[in-house]
Nanobody, 127 residues
Framework: QVQLVESGGGSVQAGESLRLSCVVS????????MGWFRQGPGKEREGVAV????????YYSASVKGRFTISQDNGKNTLYLQMNTLKPEDTAVYFC????????????????????WGQGTQVTVSS
């Protein structure tokens, strides 16, 4: 019933930009946290960027801070990730996820706390 569909991934050269989108449907509960996570080849899944309470708080991993920007539309059913100055280390499958209950902020980037997930979109950055 609940669906999260990511789009916007692709293959780019280092230094270029991409904008990811996540469209949410069939979700009637509150979205306490909504964010982006990624998993590169042979790596653990990591939190990339999370938005809380429609922008009251945002959280970024140290590796993307200053390069990536998370945002949400006014209808709150679409999440975006603007990725600038992409690096080969950013190569991964990027997932959109929702947390439907309150959560301590120190766990905002912890993917195990999220309830709903999209199928992912591939981002490949070549040097």
């Amino acid at each position: 019933q609940v669906q999260l569909v990511e789009s916007g991934g692709g293959s780019v050269q280092a230094g270029e930009s991409l904008r990811l989108s996540c469209v949410v449907s069939g979700y009637t509960a509150s979205i306490y946290y909504m964010g982006w996570f990624r998993q590169g080849p042979g790596k653990e899944r990591e939190g990339v960027a999370v938005i809380r309470n429609a922008g009251i708080s945002t959280y970024y991993s140290a590796s993307v801070k200053g390069r990536f920007t998370i945002s949400q539309d006014n209808g709150k059913n679409t999440l975006y990730l603007q990725m600038n100055t992409l690096k080969p280390e950013d190569t991964a499958v990027y997932f959109c996820a929702i947390r439907s209950d309150p959560l301590w902020s120190q766990y905002a980037l912890n993917g195990t706390k999220y309830n709903y997930w999209g199928q992912g979109t591939q981002v490949t950055v070549s040097s």
